[in-house]
């Protein structure tokens, strides 16, 4: 028998969790001889929504208007896949499991763990780092009784799923590059990814080198015509600061499709893609900008190791991408959010002298840095493939459903041959 499984998540946002909620609905689609799959949509932030007509944003549509119907109608079901932070998960069917992907600093709130304790049975996350962060979390508490329980923690398993290689054709952006070498950074603008010194530490590096770019896809928090307003303002005031330059910052706001991403990952003229922010649950623009074969400049902290790293000769995990030294301190008060980044927590500082040997090196070394992304690139696309990737998701899942038997399969197989007439 079909097993009902609910997605809740913000399927149709433009947001990294939507983009994790999309690739959960992914897997679960390639096996709908198990799964008979329903959608919640939640919001995310002032994050935008998907576009688009395409096969994928038809088929949610579509289940989301299922699944209104069928709760409205009592429907029950048996699994719950909910895609979200941890203290916003729910008891909302027998199995109920969390995936989340986590946390970017060294410690997660004790709100994670109790209602993660409390409601869920496993969780999946999307990163070695994540999971570890989740285990090695301990707090010293007291129960109802007034009794203290020291290293209270994460009591449910937890599951490491990593996102897979997804190539499109590369779609030609209208961008007039004026500069030959072009350094890329694609992040929203807010604390955890450290745009201001990324931009300020770039300038001054650069200031009398008209030859070089930086572009900056960036949005304060959405793609709304007055988020684009807000951010050129700030970008601009962060300029004028830092007074006369000869390099070129190229400001690219708004929805971009992979292909046009694409584009700009392996564009003749772009040397690296740039990320100094403080932490990644996963980093997943740096994994597609890697699995393009465009260089990395980053920390070698936090949910990128899961894909930045290959072995050597002697079986070592190498990073194989321009390091940027940093110093693991605890967050700043801005970045504080009650329940979500802990005050005591810490997450990685990139250090600026380091910042700029890295930008240096990767123009005074061409031929070097080429070959190590164009491992790198192989690497991943022979380790990260959909196929892996989707499996080891499912997998995650099997302790809750059975394989069907060869009629089911046969019976499915001539239903769909008969939809297709």
Known sequence: MLKKILIKGPVLSRSGYGEQTRFALRALRTKEEIFDIYLINIPWGSTGMISGHDEETLYIKNTIL????????????????QVTIPNEFEKIAPVNIGYTAGIEATKVAPEWIAKANEVVDKMIVISNFSKNVFEQTKYDVKDQAGNEHRGWGINVPIDVVNYPVRLVEPEEVNIDFKTSKNF????????????DNTIKWFVENFRHNEDVGLVLKTNSASDSIMDREFTTKRLEALLRSLGEKKCSVY?????????QLAWLYEHPTMKAMINI?????????????????L?????TWSGQMDFICKNNSKG???PRVIKVDYDIAQIQKGAVWKGVLQEDA?????????FKRALNDRLSKDKHWEKEANTLKNHIRKNFTEEKIYSDFIECLSDYYEEP?????????KLKEMESL
């Not at 890329?184 to 990814?193: A, T």
């Not at 400001?251 to 292909?259: P, T």
């Not at 260089?295 to 920390?299: A, E, S």
């Open 66 to 81: 299922k699944t209104a119907q069928y709760v409205q109608s009592g429907g029950q079901f048996d699994i719950s896949l």
């Open 295 to 299: 260089p990395l400049i980053t920390v």
């Open 184 to 195: 890329l950074v694609v992040s929203q603008w807010g604390h955890r990814k450290n745009v």
């Open 405 to 413: 038997d060869q009629d089911v399969l046969d019976w499915l197989e």
């Open 277 to 293: 922010g403080h932490g990644e649950g996963y980093g997943l623009p740096l994994f597609e900008a890697a699995y393009h074969g």
């Open 316 to 318: 070592k995990q190498v």
């Open 346 to 354: 810490k997450w990685a500082f990139a250090k600026e002298a380091s």
């Open 251 to 259: 400001f690219v706001h708004g929805e971009m499709s992979r292909g």
